[in-house]
Every structure is written in C-alpha cells, then in structure tokens.
C-alpha cells in the first residue's frame, strides 16, 4: 500500500513537472489571429480610403481615376503573399540572413546616390528601378535589415550591454553608415524613423541609458544644426512655425491640410464626399491621407481608425513579450515600433504638430513596395506568433 502511495506520489510530482517545463515548449498550433484580423481590416480600410483620396488627382494626372487603386491593389497582394510566406520560415533564417541583408542594403544606398542609376523625382535621389514601371526605396529594406542586425547584436551580447565596445559601438557604426548614406538620399525622414526605431531597441534591449543619453543629446543637437543650415529642411521649419507666411507656395500644403480635417467637425462629411482632395491637397493619396480620413469620417472615424492602430501595436509588443528567445522579441519590437513611430509622426505632420517630414502612413499612404515590405514584416512577427510561449 505503501509503494502504491510513493507511486502515485511520483506520477504526481512528474504531471506537475511537465505542466511547468511546458512553458519551455513553443507553441506550434498556429499564427497570433487577433494581429493578423487586426491588420487585414486596417489594409482594407486604408485602401478604401487611399482610392477615395486620390482618384481625382489619378483622374488629372494619368486619365484614369482607377490608376492608384489598381497599383496598390496589385502590391496589396503580393504583400500578403509575401505575409504568409514570411510567417513560415524560422526565426533563425533571418537571424543568419541579418548581415548579409545590411550588406545588399548598403550597397544599394551607395547605388542610389550615383546619377544615372538612381533615379530621382520630386528633387530627391532615392529609388532604383525602371522609371514609370517599377521602382522601390533602398531605404525601405535597409529599416529591415537594421532592425535584423540591431537584435542580433542584442541577442548575442545581452549580457554585456552596459559597456560602451558592445551597448553602443556596434549600433553606432550601423546608423552612421546607413543614415549618412540615406542623408545623401535627402530622405530626412527615413532617418529619423530609423534612429527612433533603433533607439528604442537600444533601450529595451538594455544599453547604458546614461552613455545612450550623453551621445543621444550629441546626434539630436547635430540633426537640427544640420536642419537649421540646410535649405530644404530650414524652409520646412520656417513654413511650419507660420504656414500663412506663404500660403501659396510652402504653407499651401499644411494649411489645406488643417482645412480638411477642420470641415470634418465630429462625425466628417461622409466617405467619398471630400473637397479638398479636388487638387487643393496635393498628393492626397500619400502623406496627407489622414487629412482627407479626417474630412470624410470625421473626429469619430479618425480616432476609431487610431484605436485599430493602436490596438495592432499592442498585439504586437504582447507577441514580442511572448517571444521564444531575444532574437525573435527584439525583431518584433523593431518592427511594430517602426509602425508605431511612423503612424505618430505621420498624424503629427498632418495636424501640423511637428514640420513637413514626408513621412507616410502604414497601409494607408499610397507607395506599392512600401507596402509590400510593410505586409512582409507583418509575417516576420506572425512567424515569432507561431513559436510564443502562450495563445490568447
């Protein structure tokens, strides 16, 4: 009887033992479902609204107010095929693919900058491509690839990441190398998304706040030196403190801007019924698209478009906190703070918060590629969903 006793005793300790160790096991049973329902809706919605902002300006420009739509419809799903793609693959592929990328992606920003084979348009240098067929921003896989790198560094010397040779060089020469060239590109914006983005990595993944606050001070008091002294980024300045300065020329974009989300009032002037999408804001359908949702939908649509923003970027820091290994959090962190930093900066362009930056606004914004990559990293943390600790 005794012997009975020890053994269920055993089996007892042994059940308790596997219910702990199981926390140890990745789940396999599938993708996070709530972040993925959560960006197809906000894709659906974002092309509903890009095709109502900028049919008319697809209507003058090429003839055909379909145009945009059509395009952007098209990278919409091969960025979901590339979605679920990437959602396959192990998150050791793209930590062995993390240096490699950085290298292509250099590479391609030296490309960029060379007359002939970037290819310029609106007085910036920043694609490559076949000009009226198919171009993309270097800048765009370089976010990527530094986010891959930024948390193979951590991952790899965690412990180690309150001295100056490993919380702070490393990062550093990355940034230098690839902001300087994307400078070059004058894509300010791209700059700042990245330097946000990987300092945010810097922080969570455990750097020397002291040694990251003394150097951090140093490059912002650089950015605006730089700012203030280069023309394009001190006229912005200059436009954003009084756009009726010049509301013909530089304040004519932010002050039609602040029209269409003023004439929105609370519950907007109803989807489609925009008027200044009718050539007043120009390039409706990129940057300033917010401002045409503020107009249509109102404070009360814009504000529910937010909640699903920001409830797509708590979904996704609950995936990164689940995450299997730092690796994989540190990618997902990169990934939905890019979305996160981007989606602030944007609103506050729009609402004339901060200067004119030409920053666009994930899902919505029109820009094929951009998409596409955007759908792609999307699958990169529905693969980190697939190994998380815990479902709900």
């Given amino acids: 009887m005794a012997q009975e006793n020890m053994a269920v005793k055993r089996k007892t300790v042994v059940k308790h033992k596997n219910k702990n160790n199981s926390l140890d096991k990745p789940n396999r049973n599938g993708i996070d479902i709530p972040f993925l329902v959560l960006t197809l809706i906000i ?29 952007q419809g098209i990278f919409a799903l091969l960025g979901i095929i590339a979605m679920f793609i990437a959602s396959r693959f192990p998150m050791s592929f793209y930590r062995k693919m993390a240096f490699p990328l950085l290298v292509v992606s250099v590479i391609m920003l030296i490309l960029v900058i060379i007359p002939g084979i970037g290819i310029k348009a609106n007085g910036s240098r920043r694609w490559l491509g076949i000009r009226n067929v198919i171009t993309f921003q270097p800048s765009d896989i370089a976010k990527f690839a530094i986010i891959l790198v930024f948390a193979n560094i951590i991952a790899a010397n965690y412990n180690k990441m309150k001295t100056f040779k490993y919380g702070m060089l490393p990062f550093g020469l990355v940034i230098i190398v690839c902001c300087g060239l994307i400078l070059c590109q004058t894509h300010f914006s791209a700059t700042l998304l990245i330097c946000f983005v990987g300092l945010i990595m810097m922080i969570v993944g455990g750097t020397n706040l002291k040694i990251l606050s003394l150097i951090g001070t140093i490059a912002a008091a650089g950015l605006v030196v730089m700012m203030l002294f280069r023309g394009y980024s001190s006229d ?15 304040g004519y974009q932010i002050i039609n801007s602040l029209y269409a989300i003023g004439s929105g009032g609370l519950t907007g002037l109803g989807l489609g019924q925009s008027r200044q999408k009718y050539l007043y804001l120009g390039e409706a359908q990129n940057d300033f698209v917010f401002s ?13 478009i937010l909640c699903l923003f920001i409830l797509l970027i708590w979904r996704g820091f609950i995936i990164a906190f689940r995450a299997p290994d730092k690796f994989s959090c540190m990618v997902v962190i990169g990934i939905i703070s890019f ?28 820009g094929g590629t951009a998409l596409t990559m955007l759908l792609f990293e999307i699958g990169v943390v529905l693969s980190v969903s697939r190994y998380s600790y815990m479902e709900g």
């Fill in 236 to 250: 912005r300045i200059t436009t954003w403190l009084d756009p009726f300065a010049d509301p013909s020329d530089d």
């Fill in 339 to 366: 979305i996160a930093v981007q989606t602030i900066l944007n609103v506050a362009v729009v609402t004339s918060t901060i200067p004119v930056t030409g920053i666009s606004l994930p899902f919505f914004s029109y």
């Fill in 292 to 304: 045409i949702v503020c107009e249509e939908l109102g404070f009360i649509g814009a504000m529910l």
């Fill in 43 to 71: 894709l659906v919605i974002g092309l509903i609204m890009m095709f109502s902002a900028g049919h008319v300006q697809a209507q003058s420009k090429y003839n055909d107010s379909y145009y945009f739509i059509k395009r």
